[in-house]
Every structure is written in C-alpha cells, then in structure tokens.
C-alpha cells in the first residue's frame, strides 16, 4: 500500500487552491457554485467510468502507487482525487480565459 500517488494528487488540489486563493477566481468568490460544478462534474466523470467498466473498456492498472482502497469495483479512491483535480484545473482554466477574453473585449 502506497500513498504516493494520492499525496501527488493532493498536492495538486492545494497548487490549484492556491492559485484560485491568489486569482480569486472560483472557490473563494463562489463558494456554493463552485462547490456544485465540482461535484457534479466528478459525479458524471464517476458514472462514465462505471459505465466503461460495465463494457469492459476501462480497467485498473499497476496498483503499486495506490493504496488499495477501493470505491467500487476496478474504482480506486485515487480516482476520486484524480477526477477533482480533473474538474477543478478545466474550471480554473475556463474561467481564467472568460476573465481574459472579458478584458481584452474592453
């Protein structure tokens, strides 16, 4: 059991915190909303991949970097990290290009 990979994707979570902290951009300014698109983003992401599993097109690889706690068959709890990080890094994105796009339309 290792959690190497879970650290690596907390880690990220923080980095991405941090910098919505600093740009003020989401999590900080909108809490709730933030919050909502978050988990419903990682809900459908979850459902996704519970489908792939179904049809036999997604699997579990090397487990040597997880820490074997699962949250459903072939869906380890690094997943869960992953996805968040996933959604978090596409929401900042988005919105840090809406916030550029906005000034440059001034």
């Known amino acids: 059991m290792s959690f190497a ?34 988990v419903l983003g990682i809900v459908f992401f979850l459902i996704w991949d ?24 072939e869906v380890p709890l690094e997943e869960l990290f992953f996805l968040a990080v996933l959604c978090y890094t596409t929401l900042l994105i988005w919105l840090g290009l809406s916030r550029r796009a906005s000034r440059v339309g001034d």
């Open 50 to 73: 519970v489908a792939g599993i179904g049809l036999g097109i997604f699997f579990m690889g090397d487990t040597s970097m997880l820490t074997g706690i699962m949250l459903a068959p």
């Open 5 to 38: 990979y879970l650290a690596v994707l907390t880690f990220s979570l923080l980095g991405l915190g941090a910098i919505d902290f600093r740009s003020k951009m989401a999590l900080f300014v909108y809490p709730l909303r933030t919050t909502l698109t978050l």
